[in-house]
């Protein structure tokens, strides 16, 4: 694979865009029949998890008077360990010929034969198992809408073939979360929920942009899409327009939901973050990418306490 713009790696030295961490946690505590597994599973790189979390917890706090449940907060992040984990297998057999061919994944458990679609498979069935058990432990109303996430989860790997846009079915799927956070609580759906959905598509549109163009050469080497390739030097542009979108649906839900002031005060703190991620990127620069889009964790924890301060503070 050749070296990108402006790249200065010598041929024969490691390549640093491969995205399984060298001796993480995984190599130097876990037994090795089970390494490959957790790396199928991304246990090692846990900002996925993070973003399918949060959005859970946004959901729950936004329809919790006072501070949220924390057993349900615990249901969700097993929930989200889980099902992240199973989601990323999904994705890794959709992609396993695409991914040999890319340098950042070219490593990964499936692309390089650690393991076989047999293994992978059984693996998502496991983690597919745990998930079910914690929807079951929730409401009937959450069991509806967990099943409704399904057919997406399976979708999302086949539309960079087909779309620029396959962040927008990431956003979909990755927020559906807030759905089911908020139905976990209120046992149904309220506008101030679905306000907050739409605003969470936004904003992964706007960090999946960030993070697509570690890959964009490669992308164009092997003919697949993203929204990094669409954008390209108007990336800044429209991190801007996503990002005003986000907090607009943020704000309105929050002024929907009643939420006192502290929310208020709390959400211009969120702004300012998402303000340093779109005026400081540097689209050429993966390792920069990679920190901008890891970067809103705290963004999304930073929604969450302005969540919770509304509510606690009302």
């Known amino acids: 694979m050749q070296n990108g713009p402006g790249s200065s ?3 024969n030295s ?40 949060i959005p859970c917890w946004w959901g729950q706090a936004l329809a919790t008077n006072g501070w949220p449940d924390p057993l349900l907060m615990a249901l969700f992040v097993l929930g989200s360990f889980v099902m992240r984990a199973a989601g990323c297998a999904v994705n890794d057999l959709a992609d396993r010929d695409i991914d040999r061919k890319v340098a950042r994944t070219r490593t990964r458990p499936l692309a390089s034969g650690a393991l076989s679609v047999r293994q992978a498979l059984i693996f998502i069935a496991v983690m597919c198992a745990i998930g079910l058990a914690v929807l079951l432990s929730l409401n009937p109303y959450s069991w509806a809408l967990g099943a409704g996430v399904v057919g997406l989860i399976v979708l999302y790997p086949f539309m960079k073939r087909i779309t620029y846009w396959p962040q927008f079915v990431l956003g979909v799927t990755f927020n559906w979360g807030i759905l089911i956070g908020y139905a976990a609580v209120a046992g149904e759906l309220h506008l101030p929920a679905l306000i907050l959905y739409a605003a969470s598509i936004a904003w992964t549109l706007g960090y999946d942009t960030i993070y697509a163009h570690q890959d964009r050469e490669d992308d164009l080497k092997v003919g697949v899409k993203s929204s990094a390739l669409a954008l390209g030097r108007n990336t800044r542009p429209a991190l801007f327009a996503f990002y005003a979108l986000t907090l607009l649906g943020i704000a309105a839900a929050g002024w929907l939901a009643d939420l006192a002031w502290p929310f208020w005060a709390v959400l211009a703190l969120g702004a300012a973050q998402l303000l340093w991620q779109a005026g400081r990127l540097d689209i050429d620069d993966p390792a920069d ?3 901008t889009f890891r970067s809103n964790r705290d963004f999304g924890l930073i929604v969450l306490a302005a969540l919770v301060a509304g509510q606690v503070l009302a």
């Not at 491969?18 to 599973?41: H, K």
Request: proline share 11%.
């Open 9 to 11: 790696r010598p041929d």
């Open 14 to 53: 490691p390549d640093t865009r491969i995205d399984i961490p060298a001796d993480s946690w995984i190599d130097r505590l876990m037994p090795g029949w089970s390494r490959a597994y957790l790396r199928l599973g991304r246990f090692d790189r846990p900002i996925g998890t993070w973003l399918l979390l």
């Open 289 to 291: 990418c990679l920190r």
